[in-house]
């Protein structure tokens, strides 16, 4: 089995279909199915279901893919490592964040990176963090910066980064839009605008009902914070939100409400990464930027 074998069967994954991957990996389509065929006999199993428009991935597939993810992010490294040993630091760094987390500021971050290591190619994707911390479990991110309650998923580590308040936003004309601090039994009833359910915020509002014994409902479900302030600025709804939301200028004319304490829940952001396989040096690099003086590097014990 190659590591080739496996970068070619990762973008047939990934793109469902033989000619976008050939194009994506800038090889024949003809050489990127023969080994496509040569992994299968490799391994005994079909990988695809093929068909005119596009594949699919078998039980086998599925099977595949996750330990080749993290068998590509090992030997990358593994190059890595061997790089900084000679002095260089080079490769790539993929970092995953869910937006306007407002405790990391990553464009001054990663430009700095950038400046310090010319020679590591950077890559940034915006996900919510539940799919951000799923990405760096399969391997296919370095670093993450999530917003995740409760105790990490299996096989992720999380580095307390910052942890902010839940506050309550309404429409200035709104019921609630005198009081100072509300509990949850004050917001039964209401329409709440909130973030998907994948976001870190959405899932503490759904803890904090769940173990108040409530229902909420959720009338505007969005992905980005603007839109959600937008909302709430037209009175379709109030929302729970991590309190440097409400520092933002879009938030401004809205009113803010504490959580009474005994509800007022937290919302952790943490920088996530694999708990058993060391992520790089540039990421180690990376995590001494975000953490100056707070954690050892990423790979160094658990």
């Not at 936003?169 to 009081?179: F, I, K, T, W, Y």
Request: charged letters at 25%; glycine letters at 8%.
């Amino acid at each position: 089995m190659e590591l080739r074998h496996l970068e070619y069967f990762v973008a047939v994954a990934e793109e469902r279909h033989f000619t976008r991957a050939a194009e994506r990996m800038r090889v024949a389509q003809s050489g990127l199915s023969a080994s496509i065929r040569a992994l299968e006999r490799d391994l005994n199993a079909e990988l695809f279901v093929r068909s005119t428009r596009r594949v699919e991935l078998t039980d086998a597939g599925r099977a595949l893919l996750a330990e080749a993810h993290r068998t590509l992010a090992s030997a990358t490294a593994a190059r890595d490592a061997v790089a900084a040993v000679r002095g260089l630091l080079r490769g790539s760094l993929t970092v995953g964040s869910e937006q306007c987390l407002g405790v990391i500021d990553l464009p001054p971050l990663l430009g700095s990176f950038r400046r310090a290591h010319p020679g590591v190619e950077i890559r940034l994707r915006y996900a919510g963090s539940g799919q951000v911390t799923e990405q760096i479990r399969q391997g296919r991110l370095n670093v993450g910066f999530v917003a995740l309650p409760g105790p990490p998923p299996d096989g992720v580590r999380l580095l307390p980064l910052a942890s902010e308040k839940m506050v309550l936003l309404c429409h200035p004309g709104h019921r609630l839009a005198e009081q100072d601090s509300v509990d949850v039994a004050a917001l039964l009833g209401e329409d709440f605008v909130d973030f998907s359910n994948d976001w870190g915020a959405r899932r503490v509002n759904d803890q904090t009902f769940a173990r108040a014994d409530a229902e909420r409902r959720v009338s505007v479900e969005v992905n980005d914070v603007h839109t959600l302030l937008d909302f709430v600025h037209q009175g379709l709804g109030v929302a729970l939100v991590p309190a440097p939301v409400t520092r933002k200028p879009q938030a401004k004319g809205l009113h803010v409400a504490a959580l009474a304490a005994e509800d007022g829940p937290s919302w952790q952001v943490s920088v996530a990464v694999a708990a058993a396989t060391p992520p790089g040096p540039a990421a180690d690099e990376l995590l001494r930027m975000a953490l100056p003086g707070r954690v050892a590097p990423a790979g160094a014990g658990s």
